[in-house]
């Protein structure tokens, strides 16, 4: 069974750009969370979508933004982008008809964000 | 106060040897608890799911104290390949969100 896939792996931008990073999750999960890890600091929460809708977000000004789709994979954009946003920015995902407390989430790869 | 609390270390081990990391967390109403490894440059990957009576998958056993709100992974014999951040993650759910609340990691280095 295929895991959480996110791409790019790397980007690169410079300071101003928008940049859209992208997750697919697990067959059958219907959860899709957004995490920043930026260099000597823990995870992060950014973004919860569920069945589509935005259900929650972290402490995080609303240039980060993104969306989920039918096939419950999701797009991050983060606009105006700031030298600080340079950092490792991780999906996970859980699925939703078996979730209870003791479900966690499995994490994508990440996406490697450099902001020049 | 950090919800979630860990000693950052490194912890610098001769392989063979037994090392255990602590993590305390604040919120008395947290329902469920994890270990997750993370190498370098890598994402998080699930290491054991602490249950309330503690749990041992092979070298591993991780163990809670809700009395103290702390939650331990110990590891024995050490292996080179052990060497990773290890990060406790407390699952501090609300109504119908699943919020988990990550330490900042434990790094722990493993040498021959």
């Known amino acids: 069974e295929a895991g959480v896939t996110q791409s790019p792996t790397h980007l690169i931008k410079t300071r101003g750009q928008q940049a859209t990073l992208r997750c697919s999750p697990i067959?059958?999960?219907?959860?899709v969370y957004w995490y920043q890890q930026a260099l000597g600091l823990g995870l992060q929460f950014l973004l919860w979508?569920?069945?589509?809708?935005?259900?929650n977000r972290g402490n995080f000004p609303p240039r980060f933004s993104g969306r989920q789709f039918p096939n419950y994979s999701s797009e991050l954009n983060v606009n105006a982008l700031e030298l600080e946003d340079s950092a490792l920015y991780l999906c996970?995902?859980?699925?939703?008809?078996?979730?209870?407390?003791?479900?966690?989430?499995?994490f994508g790869p990440g996406t490697r964000l450099l902001v020049l | 106060r950090k919800e979630v609390e860990q000693d950052p270390g490194p912890f610098n081990v001769p392989e063979g040897a037994t090392v255990a990391f602590n993590c305390t967390y604040s919120n008395s109403a947290s329902q469920s608890f994890f270990w997750y490894r993370q190498d370098c440059r890598k994402e998080p990957k699930l290491l054991m799911s602490v249950y309330s009576s503690g749990n041992e998958d092979g070298r591993f056993t991780a163990q809670l104290n809700r009395a103290s709100q702390y939650i331990s992974l110990l590891i024995r014999d050490s292996k080179l390949s052990d060497s990773a951040t290890y990060l406790c993650v407390v699952n501090m759910s609300g109504t119908g969100f699943q919020k988990l609340v990550f330490g900042t990691g434990t790094r722990l280095l493993v040498s021959p």
């Open positions: 067959s059958g999960h219907t959860s």
């Open positions: 979508y569920d069945e589509g809708e935005e259900r």
């Open positions: 996970a995902t859980r699925p939703e008809e078996l979730a209870g407390i003791r479900e966690t989430q499995y």
